[in-house]
């Protein structure tokens, strides 16, 4: 078993900026992803970031591409999602996730493993 605890949300205005963490006990080991996901109130969870064991490879969501930076350091079993730049529309509760692969995923899915997510306000 794999948990994983967000911390980090919170209330900001519009342009503001968070950092989220999610740390990752139990059964880690390498060669698994890390992703960040979210969801509006009446809204689908949707993918927002994701990153290999290396670091080297990360993909984004469209809507928040140039905006976000997903990060990981995997001696302290951490993956961070740096917020630039909020928008309202950025208001959810953030989840991160993770499994075993030797690839990215963005599909819900594809990941076991959930942590309970952070609430992120972002007032206009």
């Known amino acids: 078993q794999v948990q994983l605890v967000e911390s980090g949300g919170g209330l900001v205005q519009a342009g503001g900026s968070l950092r989220l963490s999610c740390a990752a006990s139990g059964r880690t080991s390498s060669n698994f992803i890390m992703g960040w996901f979210r969801q509006a109130p009446g809204k689908e969870r949707e993918f927002v970031a994701t990153i290999s064991w290396s670091g080297r490879t990360t993909k984004y969501a469209d809507s928040v591409k140039g905006r976000f930076i997903i990060s990981r350091d995997n001696a302290k079993r951490t993956v961070y999602l740096q917020m630039n730049s909020l928008k309202p529309e950025d208001t959810a509760v953030y989840y991160c996730?993770?499994?075993?692969?030797?690839?990215?995923?963005?599909?819900?899915?594809?990941?076991?493993?959930w942590g309970q997510g952070t609430q992120v306000t972002v007032s206009s």
């Open positions: 996730a993770t499994d075993w692969a030797s690839v990215i995923r963005v599909r819900i899915v594809d990941y076991e493993y």
